[in-house]
């Protein structure tokens, strides 16, 4: 781990290094055929990277037989291999699967129930393939409609992955400096803002405007991810985004609910995490669980912003908004709601963090726990002081728990906080088997 | 008509325009919802649109019942709801669909068979869920690799909807400027440079790289579409293209074959459409036919090139490269293989052609017909004079095809050529039914 940078743990954390390994990636196993294929822009979990086969519930399964609970992997949010979302898309992928350009009956009652989950303002839906090309869409549509340029990102956003979006991805550098328009600021956590995170957070968005002015940018849009899931997880103070969103309105900017990871019920007291804010996004962005592994992703917008972006250009998207991707989506919708899933990660999160608070009771390294419904942030401290963050013990703790059958990822500006995030179709027996893995980690990591 | 624009005609050619149509969207109907739903960014085909319900092969059926001869859509290139196909991604959704991170057999054999179908210096393949993705992706390692910012694009060019994307998109632009750092040259017809096609094409290439270089932004890269789909279909003759990759080359950008149109066999003599010109692509981008509507995308590039890029950023795709994706991709390659489709489009669209031909010897209209395999462009010229291009009289025929019950698209800078590509499954019966039609249709607007 020395080799690694301290910020950026997103990319970096915990990954396979074929330098570092040591292996002879000439043979023709499985890692040598991977690394032949895909050169340098191959990103594996795990120093040992584990073959997967198959899937199911919260379980993943890998070929050497090993069953592993899944506290990772956000995408598969109703539950791997869901069969409903199965038997959706098999079944319209054997009638129909063509572009949006003819009408479709299962595409507009997909549109009607998902914007029926959204404020009314927010009229219309644009579907794209992927949270990138949605997040690349609405920064073009928030610079369209304001005329201005800047963009207001916190330290650690992860928004995407095409040109426009990894400009305001910090945590998608591995070295360079964000380019002159994107101001970043601290994520909301009590270290960078003390106990008023609302207005510390409301202030550096302000101080951000200035120099965006300052720059000949003006501001066309703050975006966050509504529960800052790449920054380390923070949702709390309930409400505490409202000032922040009204100082970037007052400056004629937009603002962006980025709920690419949040979103889709995670949150459980709501299906949108921007909703625990009561404020109102001008465009939302969504996709991961949109459709349950189905490549889908796409914005809510007001009309008017999205009416004067297409002046100019109009947009067209080749596979999105397909009956195949509206009858996924649709049985997602379906499985949300018959199985009840947001209320399942409100009582099944709880139970979680009352697990996780019962450890930290117990062992001062767990510094701090935060996060809604199903999707929670652990701080983990070597040295029992939250102020001095380390993803060292982070890193361990990951490779501790692959042996105890946990699949985790890190977050935060130092990787200092184990992410959890497990299928919404979590058990108590499942809390159970994860707080007993956490414990031996952390106990193995002694 | 007459409120369009004479160029571009990709995204405005045939739409359905609400305002034109004077229907009332208030309503309940399927063509109200969808108004309300997608607001200015839908995109309809026909100034009265089609419901679609399923579809097979050649055919997609209406919710009215009518069958439609689908020559447009490239996307189901192995036909329609091709039971190999869905049946391979049903049976991979209910195993495992996660992203790429872990290892997976299926998804090395399949980079490993997709990889042998390109010249050996393209090494690495990284895979997204959308052409346009796959392009933002391309032009990003050029621009890292050659430290240059400068694209060279074809006039009617469409590379994609991101941003980046947008930017190297003529025929996008519904108004406004490429900026400073693109610069279009006419596509390669007769029209713009006589019977020399190659030195002439190679030659305003040429004049692009000084301009770009007098600008300030070198060349990182020219990028062409292999047949250039949307600037008309210009396939001949054979190697046209290699003088202009050698003084791309030589001005030290490299040679970007855009295969999201023409690619999978669609040229019938070859896999890709950049071989019938004997260059050699620095990186190669892929899309549309290569999951039959699933969405995925990719590039395949230099080793060297990507591992330059990924110095800096690398690049992670959620969707992109999943068990699911790589067994849908692999069902198709093999139907691409036992169904012989290259074959088939060779021997059809050698049949289609002469049917095409036998109607230009009797109607003087029927001004060019280019392309190759089961992709090609015929240019209508109401006055039978090829050098006064002109769209008015492709608008009509297409409107009169979709009456007798063939789908077809334009091409062109003045929308002036029929955009002909049905799946490469194709029968002669079939064409025989499309001959037929286009010749009633152009009697129809005579």
Redesign the interface.
């Given at each position: 781990m020395s080799k690694m940078p301290t910020v950026r743990p997103i990319?970096d954390m915990n990954a396979y290094d074929g330098q570092m390994s040591g292996k002879n990636d000439q043979g023709n196993d499985?890692?040598a055929?991977?690394t032949?294929?895909?050169?340098?822009?191959s990103?594996?979990?795990y120093r040992d990277?584990?073959?997967?086969?198959?899937?199911s519930g919260c379980w993943?399964t890998a070929?050497d037989g090993t069953n592993y609970l899944d506290f990772y992997?956000n995408?598969?949010s109703v539950g791997?291999?869901h069969?409903k979302?199965?038997s959706a898309?098999?079944d319209q992928?054997?009638?129909?699967?063509?572009?949006?350009?003819?009408?479709?009956?299962t595409?507009?009652t997909y549109?009607?129930r998902l914007?029926a989950t959204f404020p009314d303002h927010l009229?219309?839906?644009?579907l794209t393939?992927?949270?990138?090309?949605a997040n690349?869409?609405a920064?073009?549509i928030a610079q369209r409609g304001t005329g201005a340029r800047g963009i207001i990102v916190t330290e650690c956003a992860y928004h995407g992955?095409?040109?426009?979006v990894?400009d305001i991805s910090p945590s998608?550098?591995?070295?360079?400096e964000l380019p002159d328009h994107v101001v970043s600021i601290p994520a909301p956590s009590k270290l960078a803002y003390g106990d008023n995170i609302a207005a510390g957070f409301a202030d550096a968005v302000n101080k951000a405007v200035t120099l965006l002015s300052d720059r000949g940018h003006g501001v066309a849009a703050l975006i966050v991810d509504s529960i800052f899931s790449s920054d380390g997880v923070f949702s709390n103070p309930r409400g505490f985004l409202r000032l922040a969103v009204a100082v970037v309105h007052r400056a004629g900017g937009v603002f962006i609910a980025d709920e690419v990871q949040p979103g889709f019920g995670r949150t459980g007291d709501a299906f949108w995490a921007f909703l625990r804010h009561d404020v109102i996004p001008d465009i939302v962005s969504m996709?991961?669980p949109m459709g349950?592994?189905?490549?889908?992703a796409g914005i809510v917008v007001r009309?008017d912003l999205?009416?004067a972006?297409?002046?100019?250009?109009?947009?067209?998207?080749?596979?999105?908004?397909?009956?195949?991707?509206a009858a996924t989506g649709l049985a997602v919708l379906d499985v949300i709601r018959d199985e009840n899933l947001l209320a399942n990660a409100m009582v099944c999160g709880k139970y979680l963090r009352e697990g996780l608070q019962h450890l930290a009771d117990r062992d001062g390294r767990v510094s701090d726990i935060r996060g809604a419904g199903l999707f929670l942030g652990v701080d983990l401290s070597p040295s029992g002081e939250p102020d001095k963050p380390s993803g060292q013990l982070v890193g361990d703790v990951i490779n501790a728990m692959r042996r105890q059958r946990v699949l985790i990822g890190a977050a935060g500006k130092y990787g200092q906080t184990l992410k959890i995030r497990p299928p919404l179709c979590l058990k108590r027996s499942e809390v159970d088997f994860f707080i007993e893995a956490f414990g031996k980690s952390l106990r193995e990591c002694g």
């Open positions: 990319l499985l890692l055929r991977r032949r294929n895909v050169g340098a822009a990103v594996l979990f990277p584990i073959e997967m086969v198959s899937a993943m070929a992997n995408v598969p791997h291999c069969p979302v199965v898309m098999a992928a054997a009638r129909l699967n063509i572009n949006s350009r003819y009408l479709h009956q595409t507009e549109l009607d914007k009229d219309n839906i644009v393939c992927s949270g990138s090309e690349d869409l920064l073009r992955n095409t040109a426009t990894t998608a550098l591995k070295r360079g996709g991961k349950n592994g189905f490549p889908m009309a999205l009416a972006f297409c002046e100019d250009v109009g947009y067209f998207n080749t596979f999105a908004a397909s009956p195949l991707a």
